[in-house]
């Protein structure tokens, strides 16, 4: 392919000058990130906000579960986690990937020497030589100054991409702490559970013996007592499952983390409640996953400048100076000049570069938007979870007090020969299945709080030292 007509007469002279003495404006498409309406961002959230939405800090949110244990949990995983391992080893080599990009617009200089002594004929003679090389490549058309704008775009991606796995494991730690003190208490009560399902079955077995209860009904409360003592059985093994989970996620020693999971009662955390005062355009702030995705799309526009350039004629400066000794003598040749390299037919191959890399760019931005709609989506539907959780507790408390007080007074009657077994199972089975329903919207309440946290992107920022 022929090059485009740029050094032709007194302007190609011209455009030369321009460029060997100031350096020319770099070819390629003007990153300008894309405006809110391109990205179809409400103006405000369509779900409820709990607490109306006040003015609250994000920075401190997990101080206010006032949970001893969790905060030593999160910071064991941010101290040894891979995923943050892995997020500063990439911001490493983005770093060194931009010194490189850097580097290319710079001259270049290399030396040389070398001495050997030769014996010809019985005669010694000593040869010594040095030099000097230099090249430096004039950024012409911007090829440099895009590959580094792509770069520096790709370190601050890495770099929010470090935050977000800060923010992604925080919350799977405290998704995993609340699941696990939620198991924890849905098994004392399946434990209780078992417990008076084995009184009731010897108390009716020993019932059976005196001949004053029919068989039928202990073998009911036999079942029932295996039947609880197997849901005890599942339940501890949920707990061990979870607590797992933790070991992977902290890197403690599950000796030490169990440690320090019983060294407070069993209990779920009682947060005060999340509050949310960002609108939906504050997202691609707020959220670091948004802001990966955005300096992604900057380096891809870079890109498009870089093939751009590749297309023009370079423009480099070379030079040579040696120096040799040879039986007295002393040389000094040098040089110095430029050369011109002018790409001329090279099959379409540099014009499909360009379209490549706009096709990567279309990739990015689509990839860019789907990421913010995405987003706006994990708050409404966090916000509508925990809105929901939040008002359903209320009853659920009142439901399952009111069951709780029913199968005691059942209980009581059918201790007092007033009421048949079966009755006792059911209203036994109605107050556990009620207790274990309220610890279900209670621990999803903070689930929910925790997701939602994640959703406007935990609060974070970036300032001096505060990434790898």
């Known amino acids: 392919m022929l090059s485009p007509p740029l050094f032709s007469g007194r302007s190609g002279l011209a455009l030369l000058l321009c460029a060997v003495l100031s350096g020319c404006a770099a070819v390629g498409p003007t990153y300008r990130a894309p405006a809110s309406e391109q990205l179809s961002i409400p103006k405000q959230w369509q779900a409820a906000l709990p607490h109306a939405g006040d003015t609250q800090q994000l920075l401190a949110w997990w101080d206010r579960f006032n949970d001893p244990a969790l905060t030593r949990l999160l910071q064991a995983a941010e101290a040894s986690n891979p995923s ?71 370190l601050q991606a890495r770099q929010a991409d470090w935050h977000d796995a800060r923010v992604s494991l925080a919350a ?35 019932s ?78 707020q959220r670091p996953d948004l802001v990966s995705a955005e300096r992604a799309l900057a380096a891809a526009s870079a890109q498009i400048g870089v093939a751009e350039a590749d297309r023009y004629p370079r423009l480099s400066l070379s030079g040579s100076l040696s120096g040799s000794r040879s039986a007295g003598v002393n040389t000094t040749p040098w040089s110095f000049g430029p050369s011109l390299s002018l790409p001329l037919l090279n099959g379409g191959a540099k014009r499909a570069a360009v379209d490549s890399a706009q096709a990567a760019y279309d990739l990015a931005l689509a990839s860019y938007q789907q990421a913010v709609r995405t987003a706006v989506q994990e708050v409404e539907q966090s916000l509508v979870r925990q809105d929901s959780a939040e008002r359903r507790t209320a009853d659920v408390q009142r439901s399952a007090a009111g069951y709780r007080s029913y199968a005691t007074a059942v209980e009581a009657n059918w201790r007092a020969g007033g009421d048949s077994l079966l009755n006792l199972e059911l209203a036994r089975r109605n107050a556990i299945a009620a207790e274990q329903t309220l610890i279900t919207v209670q621990r999803d309440q903070l689930l929910y709080g925790i997701a939602l946290y994640k959703a406007v992107g935990g609060g974070w920022t970036v300032s001096t030292g505060d990434t790898p």
């Open 208 to 285: 059976l013996q005196a001949g004053m209860t029919a068989r039928a009904d202990a073998d009911l409360a036999d079942a029932s007592a295996a039947s609880a003592s197997a849901t005890a059985i599942a339940q501890q093994a949920e707990c061990d499952i979870t607590v797992k989970a933790l070991v992977a996620l902290t890197g403690l020693a599950e000796p030490a983390l169990r440690q320090q999971l019983d060294s407070q009662a069993a209990q779920l955390p009682a947060p005060t409640g999340f509050l949310v005062n960002s609108l939906p355009v504050d997202l691609l702030s």
């Open 84 to 154: 943050l391992q892995k997020a500063s080893a990439n911001i490493a080599s983005a770093r060194a990937s931009v010194t490189t990009a850097r580097a290319s617009g710079q001259p270049t200089l290399s030396g040389s020497a070398s001495a050997s002594r030769n014996n010809t004929l019985g005669s010694a003679q000593t040869t010594s030589t040095g030099g000097l090389d230099a090249s430096w490549e004039i950024d012409l058309f911007g090829s440099v100054r895009r590959s580094a704008e792509s770069a520096d775009a790709t």
């Open 172 to 206: 799977e730690v405290a998704t995993d702490y609340v699941t696990y003190r939620a198991c924890q208490l849905t098994l004392q009560a399946s434990q209780a559970d078992a417990r008076s399902s084995q009184t009731t079955a010897d108390v009716t077995r020993r």
